[in-house]
């Protein structure tokens, strides 16, 4: 299959949109201008799309419900999301070295055990190919090795350097489990052929690379090991033996495409003179397809997800999901949906955050069972895309404020009675259908984010009870003996406005935390010309959000804080109360309401009331708005405080 030169996102928008503009060519060709008869036209021969048969029935065993259906917590960001092959378990990491278990039941999945396994962060982690064996490595320089089905925690291994990333490189049903686990400072790739009881490795791979190893793959069927290095270099080898190539795949390296992370990335002039050490891309992460007849792989900087044939290592498709061509078909109107300047610019801004060293190895791209389809989080949601095809079939939360990371998929058949062919899988039997009933969940980590979020069939979950606030984010608190800075506050507080001023009176004793964090952003100029972005008449005027659009603002401690309830309510018009997206998710939004609003109590934090500029709030309120946000810009100029 020759390599697609630049498919930009999926060739579906692209295919279509220059369908679309053959036909218009052609509509033109005979116009009303036109003098004298004229030839008919012949069309031209339409290019027959290809088809993948039963297309239907592998989607169907995908989750339906395009919005997340549940949300859970850890105390701090999450880095991976692992599902356990067979034994139905999802374990979920943190930066602050915290592992879950979770077992997944039908529709959802119950907690099972937590533990803090390192000191620092997480940089790796692993699980068998049988699902029965579980590593990650730490920053703390140790290996934490668990029993999946027990749960436990079996042993750990101390090292002498800091672990770069590890792989389990064993076949199911092997009676010895095989650990192999690279360096950060060298080449070196150490192979542990225990449950944890030996701290030195059985053998040290010194000279398959020339630099760091950044990602490692196992592929059981054909007892294979991939690895990938700093220097783009892809390698073949076996975990036994002489560790060596095998024999079951091609024979010369110079035949496949293997050497395409080599190649110089399309930059410019002015850029290769700084991209000495990035004129190569980096794999930071490498995948293979359940059927082991494939392996995907997500490189740096170039942002390409590259889908390998695993025998030949020819390279079968290339996808562009780079930040000049993500940007370039905004511009032309071509991508995969067509974002307000805004929020393009919001969700580009966290795009360029990935590029740092830290985020590079959460991004995954998986397959789905049938291995002809991938998932990968883009720019524009998690997609799903047909290689068969070279068409985007699905994408989940176009709609949500998460960019999509680190991913893994179950497609468990709970009430699974035999074995069913694919004929008859796609027939109409009621009684099959209903036996075959399958519960697929796709789990997701996303940027900057505490939470793993869930996409199952369940189309119908609210957005207010989604958030389970299973944990109670961790207090940063400082190891220094001297006293801590008293926290900023006041008693009212002057909006300047372009409409004129509006005077508040704060209540820290209602609502400390929400005071502390509303004066603090007032005297940093925090507030200083963001707009009225949100006005709704005999309701409540909303601002706050340096983005503009209701998706942005962050507190002072640069995480959400958690709702303040006193005896204050929402009984008189003017009542000034934090913004939120659900319970304890305050950040920097605020609104004013211009009626009584009780049914806002329990729900938003009060934390003062408009006293004089009743005038100006009104006259906010009776703006002209298109789609609530104000069609002339309304800004906050600056922000006094008493």
Not at 73 to 85: D, G, I, N
Not at 212 to 226: G, K, L, Q, R, S
Not at 358 to 385: A, C, M, P, Q
Not at 574 to 595: C, L
Request: proline share 4%.
């Amino acid at each position: 299959m020759a390599q697609s030169n630049k498919r930009a996102h999926q060739a579906e928008e692209l295919t279509e949109h220059h369908n679309g503009d053959a036909s218009a060519h052609q509509d033109d060709s005979s116009s009303d201008d036109d003098m004298g008869p004229q030839l008919p036209s012949q069309a031209p021969k339409r290019k027959k799309r290809r088809v993948l048969p039963y297309e239907k029935l592998y989607l169907s065993s995908l989750p339906s419900s395009p919005r997340y259906a549940k949300s859970l917590m850890h105390k701090e960001q999450l880095s991976f999301v692992t599902m356990a092959p067979l034994t139905d378990f999802l374990i979920t990491s943190s930066i602050d070295g915290v592992v879950k278990f979770w077992k997944k039941v039908v529709d959802g999945i119950e907690f099972v055990k937590e533990f803090r396994a390192h000191t620092g962060e997480i940089t790796s982690v692993s699980v068998s190919a049988d699902g029965r064996s579980f590593a990650s490595a730490g920053a703390d320089k140790t290996l934490k090795i668990f029993d999946v089905i027990t749960f436990d925690l079996l042993s750990m291994i101390s090292l002498d350097h800091t672990p770069k990333t590890l792989c389990w490189v064993h076949r199911r049903g092997a009676s010895t489990p095989l650990l192999a686990v690279s360096n950060e400072e060298n080449q070196w790739i150490s192979l542990y052929d225990n449950w944890g009881d030996k701290q030195k490795p059985i053998h040290t791979i010194s000279s398959l690379h020339r630099s760091p190893v950044t990602t490692m793959a196992y592929n059981d069927v054909y007892d294979c090991v991939i690895s990938a290095d700093q220097g783009g270099l892809v390698e073949y080898w076996r975990p036994s033996g002489a560790f060596d190539k095998p024999g079951n795949v091609f024979e010369y390296k110079s035949s496949t495409d293997l050497f395409d992370f080599k190649k110089v990335c399309d930059t410019s002039v002015e850029e290769l003179s700084a991209l000495t050490e990035q004129s190569k891309s980096v794999p930071s992460s490498i995948t293979i397809s359940p059927t082991g007849t494939q392996f995907a792989t997500f490189s740096f900087p170039d942002r390409k997800i590259r889908i390998f044939d695993f025998v030949s290592g020819k390279l079968y498709r290339t996808y562009d999901e780079s930040l000049a061509t993500i940007a370039d078909m905004q511009h032309a109107g071509t991508g995969l949906q067509v974002l307000e300047e805004v929020e393009f610019g919001r969700r580009m801004a966290i795009e360029r955050e990935l590029e740092n060293a830290w985020g590079r190895n959460k991004i995954n791209v998986i397959f789905d069972e049938s291995g002809h389809f991938i998932v990968y989080g883009s720019i524009y949601g998690t997609k799903v895309l047909n290689t068969f095809t070279n068409r985007v079939v699905k994408v989940y939360g176009k709609d949500e404020a998460i960019r999509a990371l680190n991913l893994c998929l179950y497609q468990g058949q709970p009430q699974k009675k035999g074995v069913v062919t694919i004929t008859m899988a796609a027939s109409a039997n009621p009684l099959l259908q209903e036996a075959e009933a399958r519960d697929p969940m796709l789990v997701s980590t996303a940027s900057g984010k505490v939470r793993f979020y869930l996409f199952t069939n369940d189309e119908t979950a609210s957005k207010s009870t989604r958030d389970v606030q299973n944990e109670k984010p961790r207090q940063i608190q400082s190891h220094k003996t001297e006293e801590a800075a008293p926290a900023a506050s006041g008693t009212s507080a002057t909006l300047h406005t372009t409409y004129g001023d509006i005077q508040i009176r704060l209540f820290p004793g209602g609502a400390p935390k929400a005071v502390e964090n509303f004066v603090t952003h007032a005297k940093t100029g925090y507030y200083n010309n963001t707009i009225f972005h949100r006005v709704i008449r005999k309701f409540m005027i909303q601002c706050g959000d340096p983005l503009g659009d209701g998706t942005g603002g962050s507190s002072i401690w640069g995480k959400e804080f958690a709702d303040e309830f006193s005896t204050l309510k929402h009984d008189k018009p003017y009542t000034v109360s934090m913004a939120n997206a659900g319970p304890n998710s305050n950040g920097s939004q605020f609104f004013i309401t211009t009626e009584k609003t009780p049914w806002l109590d329990g729900k938003h934090t009060i934390f003062g009331r408009a006293y004089a500029g009743l005038d100006v709030i009104h006259r906010i309120e009776n703006a002209r708005v298109h789609k609530e946000k104000p069609e002339e810009d309304i800004k906050i100029v600056n922000i006094d405080i008493v």
